[in-house]
C-alpha cells in the first residue's frame, strides 16, 4: 500500500469512528475487548483512569469466569470485539445482561446467529462498517475520553480534529526509526509501557516478524533478539532504569518515545506501526 493510500484509509477510518453512536460512558465502567480490540480498550480505560473514574479492562474470559459473577457494581458494560467469529466477547455480553447491566456492544457484523444473540439480548449494537475495524475502534475510543479531563481535553481534542495530518507528523519526527524498521529483516520482540501497549499489540498483529512482544519490565539479557522499544514521555520517566540498560546493552536497538498525553500515545503508536507496515486492520 501506498502512502497516499494509507492516508486514505486513515481519513475513511476516522470518518466512520465519527460517525458512531458514543455509547453512555458512567464511572465505575467495565471494559471487555478480545485480543484484536485490547488497543481500542486499552486506550478508553487510560483516558478514563486519567479523568479520575473508576474502570476495569478485562478479556471475554476473565469478565465471565473472575468478575461479573462476583462483583455486582459496575454500571455499564461496553465490549470491543474485532472478530465476526468472537463468541466469548457475546458470551460475555450475554452474561452481562443477565446482571441486569447496560451492554454496548462495538464490532463489525458477527455471523448470523451471533448477531441474532445480541438482538435478542437487546444490546446497545455499535455497527463497524469498515475493512479495518481494529484502528476505528481505537479512535472511537479517543473520541469518546470524558470531557471532564480538564485543559487536557481541550490540547486532546485538537489532536483528534487534526488526525489526517499525523502520518505527516509521524514521518516528520520518526522518519529514520520508520525505515529502519521498514528495512530490518530479522525478527524482532517489541517492547512496551502502558500507554503504548495499543501500538505493541498492532505490530504483532501486521508485523511478521515481531515474534513476540513483552511489556518493558521483562526486558531481560535472556532474549537474544533485536528489541524495539515504544513508550511515551510520560511512561519513560517511570522506567529510566531500564531505557538506560536497554540503550546502554543493546547498542542495535532503537527506543521510539513519544512526547505526547499518554492519552493519545497508543494511536499515535498504532499509526507509527501501520507507516512501517504499509497497511491498516
Not at 469466569?65 to 459496575?74: A, I, R
Not at 451471533?114 to 439480548?121: D, G, S
Not at 514521518?171 to 500507554?195: H, R
Request: net charge negative; aromatic share 10%; proline share 3%.
Amino acid at each position: 500500500m501506498q502512502y497516499n493510500d494509507l492516508k486514505r484509509d486513515l481519513g475513511k477510518a476516522i470518518e466512520v469512528a465519527k460517525s458512531l453512536k458514543k455509547p453512555r460512558i458512567n464511572d465505575n465502567i467495565l471494559i471487555i475487548s478480545d485480543y484484536m480490540s485490547r488497543s481500542a480498550g486499552k486506550i478508553l480505560y487510560i483516558s478514563l483512569l486519567s479523568s479520575g473514574k473508576k474502570a476495569t479492562l478485562l478479556t471475554p474470559t476473565e469478565s465471565v469466569e473472575y468478575s461479573l459473577p462476583y462483583y455486582e457494581h459496575f454500571n455499564s458494560v461496553i465490549v470491543f470485539s474485532s472478530n465476526s467469529k468472537d463468541s466469548r466477547s457475546v458470551h460475555a455480553a450475554e452474561v452481562s445482561r443477565l446482571m441486569n447491566l447496560e451492554v454496548n456492544f462495538i464490532s463489525p457484523k458477527m455471523e448470523d446467529a451471533l448477531e441474532e444473540r445480541l438482538e435478542y439480548l437487546n444490546v446497545n449494537r455499535i455497527l463497524v462498517d469498515s475493512k479495518t475495524p481494529v484502528i476505528v475502534n481505537s479512535i472511537a475510543s479517543l473520541l469518546w475520553i470524558p470531557e471532564d479531563l480538564g485543559d487536557r481535553y481541550e490540547r486532546i481534542k485538537r489532536e483528534i480534529d487534526d488526525l489526517e495530518n499525523s502520518y505527516d507528523w509521524l514521518i516528520n519526527k520518526y522518519g529514520s526509526s520508520i525505515e529502519k524498521m521498514k528495512n530490518l529483516n530479522e525478527e524482532f520482540v517489541m517492547f512496551y509501557t502502558p500507554s503504548t501497549e495499543a501500538g505493541a499489540i498492532y505490530c504483532y498483529n501486521i508485523i511478521q516478524n515481531c515474534i513476540f512482544i513483552l511489556p518493558i519490565e521483562l526486558l531481560s539479557n535472556k532474549i537474544k533478539y533485536r528489541k524495539y522499544l515504544l513508550t511515551s514521555s510520560v511512561d519513560s520517566s517511570d522506567f529510566k532504569d531500564l531505557i538506560l540498560m536497554l540503550k546502554m546493552n543493546y547498542l542495535d536497538n532503537e527506543v521510539i518515545e513519544f512526547n505526547t498525553d499518554p492519552i493519545t500515545a497508543g494511536l499515535y503508536s498504532m499509526l507509527l506501526i501501520s507507516l512501517i507496515s504499509n497497511k491498516l486492520i
